[in-house]
């Protein structure tokens, strides 16, 4: 998996957008104005990915390329190195678990919005 298709795939997710709010090299993945994903763009391809705090350490512990969020908080937030040892059906599903933690949080009247469109 590249940038680029990690790029598409989750902008594919309804009402996604992208942005760089903290610098020129960090691309940052959002739905309704909340942050389910971030890559920089810069050294070793990686991306951040919201998680259940359970999912998180299950995953960490089963896969040495991933690891507890960089600059994030680490409760929350898993730092996924794509460097070819994880399946990308896998880092799909985990960018779907991201949004939809992400989701799971924002208001029922935009929670429902967003059913209808999937």
Do not use: Q
């Not at 190195?81 to 896998?90: A, F, K, P, W």
């Not at 779907?96 to 059913?115: A, C, I, N, T």
Request: net charge negative.
């Amino acid at each position: 998996m590249n940038i680029e298709e990690i790029r598409l795939y989750c902008l594919s997710k309804p009402e996604t957008t992208e942005s760089f709010p903290f610098d020129e090299t960090t691309l940052v993945f959002k739905v309704c104005g909340k942050m389910f994903a971030l890559t920089d763009l810069e050294g070793p391809l990686s991306i951040n990915l919201k998680c259940d705090p359970e999912k998180a350490i299950e995953l960490r512990e089963h896969y040495p390329s991933v690891l507890p969020g960089w600059h994030m908080n680490k409760r929350y937030w898993n730092t996924v190195m794509i460097d070819g040892t994880v399946d990308e059906r896998l880092i799909r599903e985990w960018i779907d678990h991201s949004y939809d933690e992400v989701v799971r949080k924002l208001p029922k009247k935009v929670r429902e919005r967003l059913d209808g469109i999937h």
